[in-house]
């Protein structure tokens, strides 16, 4: 449970120079506190004041003056902007932009994998191992934002951009989680590894990070669209993007969940992954091919992409924040009100 005092913390200023300005109100207090009287009569408009005596008496007197100077000194720390969770901004010159590219085919439905000791399709095993990937480029556990810039591309039988090049990795990861087989469009049916390529490298072109790369994991052959994932590993190339290929699945004959008339029945599926197109997209980008043909590898392969894709991070500026001014901006209005309020109802001057 967050205590209620928790809203007036915070870690830093953003415009510190606005606490000079707390001289003044110290300055109206104590000018107010010292001043001899005016001359006029103070009299209570209500039958609170009568009630009070002695030195309670003499702070209600100057409780006006009290709150006033309280509020303007809120107010004044509200104006130096407080804000919590301050992080450091990364050189973006040293950083990385990287497009993730996953297959999202029929084929992907196969449950040829292992996870938490029960069987696991293709998908759902490479969406954990892409989670953990996103994560890993993290500067801090727990961090919404991270250094590198990542995208992610969907195919079938044509590829699709699901989330542009982004920093913020929570929706990076909700669209991760969104991926999912879609065998109501006829169009999906079939594996565009081409069309994925040149997706991901004219997302990639204008790039200006220091390194370009794209991650493309696939479970089968190229059997669809109109660029050959040769060609689009060339055009990559010419772009300075280095591809990454992951070979996910054991290969040859596998069970896949298939819709009958009585119900949904495991079929026996003879599914062969085009290894030496995929080694050779790699070599053409000068980047590596990985086989995972279970769990292990397949995360293995992410993070050894990990390691080999490291950025060189520099300190730069601050730019992930909270402002927390509002508590103290409300709370310094609210003290002003008062002192009107306490100054109409009980110290009213009458002349």
Not at 55 to 68: K, Y
Not at 283 to 308: C, M, Q, V
Request: with cysteine; hydrophobic share 45%.
């Amino acid at each position: 449970m967050m205590h209620p005092f928790s809203l007036f913390s915070f870690s830093a200023l953003l415009h510190p120079w606005f606490l000079v300005l707390l001289v003044v109100p110290l300055l109206v207090l104590l000018a107010e506190t010292t001043a001899r009287s005016a001359g006029a009569l103070n009299v209570s408009t209500g039958d609170t004041l009568a009630r009070i005596r002695g030195r309670r008496r003499a702070f209600m007197r100057r409780l006006p003056a009290v709150l006033r100077v309280a509020g303007l000194v809120l107010l004044i720390i509200a104006m130096a902007r407080p804000v919590r969770g301050l992080q450091p901004r990364r050189d973006s010159q040293n950083v990385i932009d990287i497009m993730l590219c996953i297959d999202v085919s029929g084929s992907m439905r196969a449950m040829d994998f292992v996870a938490q000791g029960a069987q696991r399709d293709r998908l759902t095993v490479t969406k954990d191992a892409v989670c953990d990937f996103i994560e890993k480029r993290k500067n801090r556990v727990g961090d919404r934002f991270g250094i590198d810039r990542i995208g992610l591309i969907l195919y079938a039988g044509y590829a699709w951009t699901q989330c542009p090049l982004t920093l913020d990795y929570d929706v990076l990861r909700r669209e991760v989680a969104l991926a999912a087989i879609d065998d109501e469009d006829p169009k999906k049916n079939g594996t565009a590894i081409g069309s994925a390529i040149g997706l991901a490298a004219s997302k990639l072109r204008k790039s200006e990070a220091k390194s370009k790369v794209v991650v493309l994991l696939t479970d089968g052959r190229n059997n669809a669209g109109e660029l050959d994932p040769i060609t689009a590993a060339q055009i990559a190339s010419d772009f300075g993007v280095r591809i990454y290929t992951i070979g996910a699945g054991t290969g040859g004959e596998v069970l896949i969940p298939t819709r009958s008339l009585f119900g949904t029945v495991m079929q026996p599926t003879n599914l062969p992954i085009d290894e030496d197109t995929l080694k050779k997209i790699a070599a053409t980008t000068s980047g590596r091919y990985f086989r995972a043909a279970d769990t292990e590898s397949l995360e293995g392969a992410y993070d050894e992409i990990n390691k080999l894709e490291k950025s060189e991070i520099q300190i730069d500026d601050y730019y992930e924040h909270e402002d927390v001014f509002a508590p103290w901006a409300i709370l310094g209005g609210a003290a002003l009100a008062a002192s009107l309020f306490s100054r109409r109802m009980w110290f009213e001057t009458v002349p």
